[in-house]
């Protein structure tokens, strides 16, 4: 049976931020004698709304294991073909600036329907990096989903674009306990809470995503994180031509209203039915 880890160029290997993508090129390294091919290349898309512990995760990623990843960020542009930017760890944005842009460009915010975040922060800087700086008609984009992830997984098989999606991690039967054993081993790690396989602060702080439990907790933990996604959703309000457009979520309180009901001790806990983290940008630890 062929090393499912062993990837065959042109591919781009997708790294979120987390530890199950994080575990993913450690054996992507590994089957490759700790030196990718030439046309084997990693990519981080920020959209300046991760933690800074994610951010010094991916930059301790490169460095201990000797791997060049490329920092990419969306920009604004009247050209669909410069809406990104090369960026490094040192001068990444961390107040949520290129997400900000995309919501004044697009003048209404993204929602679990219309989730144009994930696809114009993070899926297509990957794209356009792979045709205008390596030239690539066609590549394989590896994801780092688990064998414990099965309708995500069916999900990015059923795919239409121009690359094709490999899963080295399902098809080898990696779990979210293989990977929490992993990163026991280690000398370093993400330093975010890994509880019962989930690190709720990965991906973007506060994403809709996100149950509204999980959002209330984060709040309550850190006050400050409410900030950005309140000022957002007021200042959609202005531009959205729809009420629709002005809030992230149409299905449950404002985040001026959760954070409210967080500092009076009141809890929106709609259960796990409106936690919706099954995109390209989602890892579960």
Request: aromatic share 10%; net charge negative.
């Amino acid at each position: 049976m062929s090393d499912p880890f062993k990837i065959g160029g042109p591919a781009l290997v997708s790294f979120s931020g987390g530890r199950t993508s994080g575990y993913m090129l450690w054996r992507i390294l590994q089957a490759h004698g700790g030196t990718l091919p030439p046309d084997v290349h990693v990519t981080f898309a920020n959209t300046g709304k991760e933690m800074p512990q994610t951010l010094d995760f991916v930059k301790a990623c490169q460095d201990q294991w000797g791997v060049h990843i490329e920092w990419l960020e969306y920009e604004a542009s009247d050209d669909p073909q410069n809406r990104w930017t090369a960026v490094t760890h040192d001068n990444a944005s961390r107040n949520g600036e290129p997400f900000k842009a995309l919501i004044r460009a697009k003048q209404y915010l993204p929602n679990p329907v219309t989730r144009f975040c994930t696809i114009e922060l993070k899926i297509r800087p990957m794209k356009f990096f792979a045709q205008q700086v390596m030239g690539w008609e066609t590549w394989t984009n590896v994801l780092g989903l688990r064998a414990d992830e099965p309708s995500r997984v069916a999900k990015s098989r059923n795919n239409s674009d121009v690359w094709d999606n490999a899963m080295p991690l399902a098809v080898a039967g990696i779990t979210k306990s293989d990977v929490a054993q992993f990163w026991l081993r280690q000398n370093f790690d993400l330093m975010l809470p890994n509880i019962n396989g989930k690190t709720a602060l990965g991906n973007c702080d506060l994403c809709f995503l996100k149950s509204a439990a999980t959002i209330s907790a984060i709040i309550r933990a850190n006050p400050d994180s409410a900030r950005w996604w309140i000022e957002a959703e007021a200042e959609a309000e202005a531009l959205a031509s729809k009420p629709s457009g002005a809030v992230f979520r149409s299905d449950r309180p404002s985040y001026a209203e959760m954070a409210k009901a967080v500092r009076e001790q009141r809890n929106f806990d709609y259960g796990t039915r409106d936690e919706l983290i099954d995109c390209f940008c989602g890892e579960a630890a």
